[in-house]
């Protein structure tokens, strides 16, 4: 089909009948229809449209039955949000593009309820059994010192693959015990993941153990305990709370390594446990 301006001047007459047609959409194409009749949408996301734009940019855009829809008017009815992505990835797309909607539609679309990133994970089947502590944890591995990101379904499925092997190793040697909910958290976790790549393991799974009961087994779990009592009296669950363990517990672990003897606890500034790739 060749398009002009809009997508339904070259169609001679609407049908009234809904049809769809498979096609490739250029990022001009993207922004003419846009502009030509994206007048009655809601507000854009533009976070969200830059996370379909990542997948776009890095071929892992999938097409499926989902795409583009146009009343037989004109009216952009559905996919304001992939087209302007199609705009900030500079890529052209393929997607189904459905033509003469009726307006009513409306009522049904996107009422459903979403997603979630362990929804599309499982379902997938690309990352195997996954579940929201494990994506908690992988974010906060990510997101290191700074904040955590947020990631389409592509870029969780290739991260999780890659440290899989270091969640498990944290998840097994700082289990979640019962009335304590504050130590085995993701983002006290997430020092422990960090810290797989580059420490002694049989260390870092005996720093684990002191750490999850509070209970040291000589004076070199000094830094171990004092990050457990900090631990177990903060247990906010605010952005800063979670920077604060963070923090925290890569001290509590770069101290234990050397055999440092802390008086006082102290946060780092600074990313002690640089992920592989990041070094």
Request: charged residues 25%; aromatic residues 6%; positive net charge.
């Amino acid at each position: 089909m060749t398009l002009t301006a809009t997508p339904w001047d070259s169609i001679a007459g609407p049908t009234k009948e809904p049809r769809n047609s498979l096609m490739t959409i250029t990022p001009d194409m993207a922004q003419r229809w846009l502009d030509a009749s994206n007048d009655h949408n809601r507000p854009l996301s533009m976070a969200y449209c830059e996370r379909l734009a990542r997948d776009m940019r890095e071929g892992n855009w999938k097409t499926t039955h989902e795409g583009i829809a146009f009343s037989s008017h004109g009216r952009l009815l559905d996919g304001q949000h992939r087209l302007k992505a199609i705009t900030l990835a500079k890529v052209s797309v393929e997607m189904f593009v459905w033509f003469d909607v009726p307006p009513d539609a409306l009522m049904a679309i996107n009422n459903g309820r979403p997603r979630n990133l362990v929804d599309s994970l499982s379902l997938s089947g690309v990352a195997g059994n996954i579940d929201f502590g494990d994506i908690a944890i992988l974010r906060a591995v990510l997101g290191g010192m700074g904040r955590a990101p947020t990631l389409t379904s592509a870029e969780a499925a290739a991260a999780y693959q890659q440290h899989k092997e270091a969640i498990e190793f944290a998840k097994v040697y700082l289990p979640r015990r019962a009335g304590i909910t504050s130590v085995a958290t993701s983002d006290v976790r997430a020092v422990i993941v960090r810290a797989y790549y580059s420490v002694d393991l049989e260390r870092l799974s005996a720093f684990c153990q002191v750490l999850s009961t509070g209970v040291a087994t000589g004076p070199e779990d000094r830094p171990v305990v004092l990050l457990f009592s900090h631990l177990v009296r903060n247990p906010g669950t605010t952005e800063m709370a979670r920077h604060d363990r963070y923090a925290r517990a890569q001290r509590a672990l770069a101290a234990y390594l050397r055999g440092e003897d802390l008086g006082r606890l102290a946060p780092v500034t600074t990313e002690l446990f640089p992920l592989p790739e990041k070094k």
